[in-house]
């Protein structure tokens, strides 16, 4: 028996036609497959499952809590030229000090690339710190090796960086 997938007019014209044994055998099977999978389903016993995530973090009793007075007062401890500039700068990186890089680095300015001895490996891209004091520390170790590339070059105003860090 020859399946016709076409048929053709008076006209000389193609028709599709529909080849019913086909398409009987081909909806019964999806009907059978459809069966089977739902009837399998319902026939089993509900399952509980139990998801279990244990993080491990060493909270460090001299360290500070990532929020804006703790930060700081930290980094005004440091000597950190313009902190409230550098808060602002923490808080975008960290999304109000609540992203992964943040909390998971102990990393409050997102810093990606240091060769300091604070840094204690990476993750995600992002340098990881044993305590967020010691992010500050490497913060403010890299603005003073910054500020001291351009004094003298960035402004002609004699101790231009001194200037910089009185101003508040």
């Given at each position: 028996?020859?399946?016709?997938?076409?048929?053709?007019?008076?006209?000389?014209?193609?028709?599709?036609?529909?080849?019913?044994?086909?398409?009987?055998?081909?909806?019964?099977?999806i009907?059978?497959?459809?069966?089977?999978?739902?009837?399998?389903?319902?026939?089993?016993?509900?399952?509980?499952?139990?998801?279990?995530?244990?993080?491990?973090?060493?909270?460090?009793?001299?360290?500070?809590?990532?929020?804006?007075?703790?930060?700081?007062?930290?980094l005004?401890?440091?000597?950190?030229?313009?902190?409230?500039v550098?808060?602002?700068?923490?808080?975008?990186?960290?999304?109000?000090f609540?992203?992964?890089?943040?909390?998971?680095?102990?990393?409050?300015?997102?810093?990606?690339?240091?060769?300091?001895?604070?840094?204690?490996?990476?993750?995600?891209?992002?340098?990881?710190?044993?305590?967020?004091?010691?992010?500050?520390?490497?913060?403010?170790?890299?603005?003073?090796?910054?500020?001291?590339?351009?004094?003298?070059?960035?402004?002609?105003?004699?101790?231009?960086?001194?200037?910089?860090?009185?101003?508040?």
């Open positions: 028996m020859k399946r016709k997938f076409f048929t053709m007019d008076s006209d000389m014209n193609m028709k599709k036609s529909l080849n019913y044994p086909l398409f009987f055998w081909v909806v019964a099977a009907t059978v497959v459809q069966s089977a999978t739902i009837g399998g389903l319902m026939s089993r016993e509900p399952r509980v499952i139990k998801v279990v995530s244990t993080v491990i973090d060493t909270v460090y009793t001299d360290d500070i809590k990532p929020n804006d007075s703790a930060i700081t007062r930290e005004i401890k440091l000597g950190c030229v313009l902190p409230n550098a808060i602002a700068q923490f808080k975008i990186e960290t999304g109000h609540k992203s992964p890089i943040c909390i998971e680095n102990k990393n409050v300015a997102g810093i990606k690339t240091s060769t300091s001895k604070y840094v204690v490996g990476k993750n995600k891209g992002h340098c990881v710190y044993k305590t967020y004091k010691d992010c500050l520390r490497d913060y403010v170790r890299i603005q003073n090796h910054y500020l001291s590339s351009i004094d003298g070059r960035y402004a002609e105003a004699k101790g231009y960086i001194q200037q910089l860090k009185i101003v508040k």
